[in-house]
């Protein structure tokens, strides 16, 4: 069971490692922490947006 769990447990840590190095180079570049700042901005101001735009009835 031990022996199990150290399996998982190692499987996890080099998923989380990769998705990490992924993030890490996508952080890198001043052009990408742009674009996803204004990607997440845009995010934020469409959720805003529908707080006050309501639905059409049918």
């Known amino acids: ?3 199990i769990l150290k399996k ?4 996890i840590k ?3 490692d990769e998705k990490l190095r992924a ?3 996508l952080l890198i570049s001043a ?3 742009l ?3 204004l990607v997440m901005v ?3 101001a ?3 947006a529908s707080v006050y735009i309501r639905a059409p009835k049918e």
């Open 1 to 3: 069971m031990h022996r």
């Open 8 to 11: 998982v447990g190692r499987g």
């Open 42 to 44: 845009g995010a934020g």
């Open 31 to 33: 052009q990408n922490r």
């Open 23 to 25: 993030c890490q180079e």
């Open 35 to 37: 674009i996803i700042g």
């Open 14 to 16: 080099e998923f989380m």
């Open 46 to 48: 469409g959720l805003i």
